[in-house]
């Protein structure tokens, strides 16, 4: 996955001019969008709209991720509510910083393979498979 540019140079900000973090949030929440929502999207860009769908709040702590290996992954299942009408074609995920909105995505990517949700589908995560990596 890799890192809007709103969040690119919020973290060059902290890093070589000392500038917080504007943010503070104990969750950070997942979304699902149906195209890629770019490194100049919100988390409202291309996000799926089947009935049901909401963003997921992750802990933003050992019990929501685990850091090793310049990664950080799901530290337990990421589920979704199931959908109760409509249908779309998930292709991409990201990671923001609110529950509803046109929140700021910090992480975003491509699934490995698109997943159609549809009536009774529930979409998730396993554990460890939602990972984002510093090179």
């Keep these: ?5 709103t969040f690119e140079n919020q973290l060059l900000a902290l890093t070589f001019n000392a500038t917080a973090l504007p943010w503070s949030n104990t969750n950070f929440y997942v979304a699902l969008h149906t195209a890629d929502p ?39 299942e990421i589920t979704f509510a199931e959908c109760t009408g409509g249908a779309n074609t998930v292709s991409h995920v990201s990671v923001g910083l609110l529950a509803t909105g046109a929140s700021q995505v910090l992480y975003k990517g491509a699934l490995t393979a698109p997943i159609a949700v549809s009536v009774l589908i529930t979409p998730r995560f396993p554990a460890g498979t939602l990972v984002m990596q510093e090179d």
């Design 1 to 5: 996955m890799s890192k809007s540019n």
């Design 38 to 76: 770019g490194e100049a999207g919100d988390q409202t860009t291309s996000e799926c709209d089947f009935t049901g769908y909401a963003r997921v709040a992750v802990s933003r702590d050992g019990a929501g991720w685990t850091v090793a290996g310049n990664q950080a992954g799901n530290t337990a």
